[in-house]
């Protein structure tokens, strides 16, 4: 009883792990619907690199650097300068 213990506890926070980990995954590549709701969450938009620059001049906020995000928004990048929804 002594040894099982450990070890169903051991299985228990490996799988709550991964789990978890799987899901930050699907969270990041979240496709938004508009602009609107995509600056709901990242106020400055989302940048494909942290080295890109803004074609259409100043903006407010700094975009939030995530390839995966900028790639599963793409659509909503009118001026294509790898920034989507800035602001």
Do not use: H, Q, W
Request: aromatic residues 10%; contains cysteine.
């Amino acid at each position: 009883m002594k040894k099982i213990f450990p070890i169903v506890l051991s299985f228990g926070l490996l799988t709550s792990v991964s789990f978890s980990t799987v899901s930050n995954v699907d969270a990041a590549a979240k496709s938004y619907k508009n602009c609107t709701e995509l600056n709901k969450d990242y106020k400055g938009g989302v940048a494909r690199a942290a080295n890109v620059t803004n074609k259409g001049g100043k903006t407010k906020y700094k975009p939030y650097v995530s390839k995966s995000l900028y790639d599963a928004n793409t659509k909503l990048d009118r001026d294509k300068d790898y920034i989507a929804c800035e602001k």
